[in-house]
């Protein structure tokens, strides 16, 4: 008899391990965010409080349905622009949800100057693949001691 409840509760276990990864497959296997990896955007990135802004070319991959990197470069016409790259996180995985919010940190150079940027935000996406991001993005220069905030707004597609 000792057994037989022994047995019952590792089929139990079992069980329900299979039934949970089943459910967790089936949901990521909807995530936009897993089915289309790869997204594209571009928009604009304008400084609050000063007088400047760039165009902005976005590029991002998720490898998993909370964590992507995403690659910037930044254009100003004036002759200033820069590249940025690092990971963001999304704080909903599991859900199927279309605006979802993010923050992450990004490290390259802006204006020829090392720049540590901190985007919060929130992203919004379709099972077609259109993506359109807004955040308000942090950053610090050591380098020169600046720091302010830039909005950005890009729009894009996922692949």
Partial sequence: MKYIGFFLLITTLCNTRCLAQNLLEDDLAQNERVVKPLGLS??????????????KFQGDYFFTSKINMEWNAYYDPSGGGGLTLGPSYYFISRKVKKVIPFTGINLGALDN???AQVPLGVSFMTKKGFQAKFDLN???SPTNEESGILTELVVGWRF
């Fill in 138 to 140: 942090g950053y610090f």
């Fill in 42 to 55: 571009t928009g604009l990135s304008l400084s609050i409080g000063k007088e400047y802004g760039f165009y």
């Fill in 113 to 115: 100057k090392f720049v």
